[in-house]
């Protein structure tokens, strides 16, 4: 995705002096895995550039740029790049790995993202994706913060096809990449990520349909920033 757009806006509003606390509109996706959660995001982002009341500043997703700006920020070597993942690390690994200089703390890993993400929030015009973003920015006000879900059958399906790998490889890839993220969002945040307290909507998007989907955030964006 091409960012100039959307960084040359938010440079302007800066130099612009547009106050820090106005509330900017944003977008966090927590989503179990397969269940088309960054076909939505793009959709997403390409649908919110066309809406009058968000003219004033072009829309970005963020993923796994958001693990490039905190690797730069760090001026940490690319080789950290996998401990920056959902993945599962024990303590002890993490502690040894920090001992023998293989790698900063995972905790100031997760911190500089937090960061990262929070700034994306307060900035707006920002879809979040994963990495505990909706519990972070869940006191930013302006946001919209979904969970997307899906049968499990459905993602099997939708991983086959999109990894072009059997179905118990499939399978295997979902089940560890959902309790990794799982427990990512309990060691680093003490919450359970399949909480629906935790977001504005809960959408199953094999019921619901992926431009159906895309259309409920949009509306209740728009409701929550009062621009309807």
């Not at 927590?30 to 960054?38: E, K, P």
């Not at 080789?79 to 920056?84: A, D, K, S």
């Not at 909706?134 to 946001?143: D, F, L, N, Q, V």
Request: net charge neutral.
């Amino acid at each position: 995705m091409d960012y100039t757009a959307y960084i040359h806006c938010q440079v302007k509003n800066l130099k612009n002096g547009l106050e820090k606390s106005r509330i900017q509109p944003y977008v966090t996706i927590s989503r179990q895995t397969g269940a088309w959660g960054l076909t939505i995001a793009k959709k997403l982002c390409e649908s919110l550039k066309k809406v009058p009341q968000f003219k004033n500043c072009p829309w970005a997703i963020f993923d796994k740029e958001i693990l490039d700006k905190v690797i730069h920020e760090l001026n940490l070597p690319e080789t950290v790049l996998p401990y920056l993942s959902e993945s599962t690390i024990t303590e002890i690994e993490d502690l040894m790995e920090e001992l023998f200089g293989l790698h900063p703390s995972r905790y100031l890993l997760v911190q500089e993202t937090s960061k990262t993400i929070l700034h994306l929030a307060q900035l707006g015009h920002a879809i979040i994706v994963g990495r505990g973003s909706g519990i972070i920015t869940a006191k930013i006000p302006g946001g919209v913060h979904v969970r997307l879900i899906a049968p499990l059958e459905k993602r099997i399906e939708h991983m086959q096809e999109y990894l072009k790998v059997s179905r118990e490889e499939a399978r295997r890839f979902i089940l560890e990449k959902d309790a990794n993220r799982k427990n990512y969002a309990k060691k680093y945040f003490d919450k359970d990520n399949s909480d629906p307290l935790l977001y504005d909507l809960v959408i199953n998007v094999d019921a619901v349909g992926i431009h159906e989907t895309v259309k409920i955030i949009e509306d209740l964006l728009l409701i929550k920033n009062k621009l309807c």
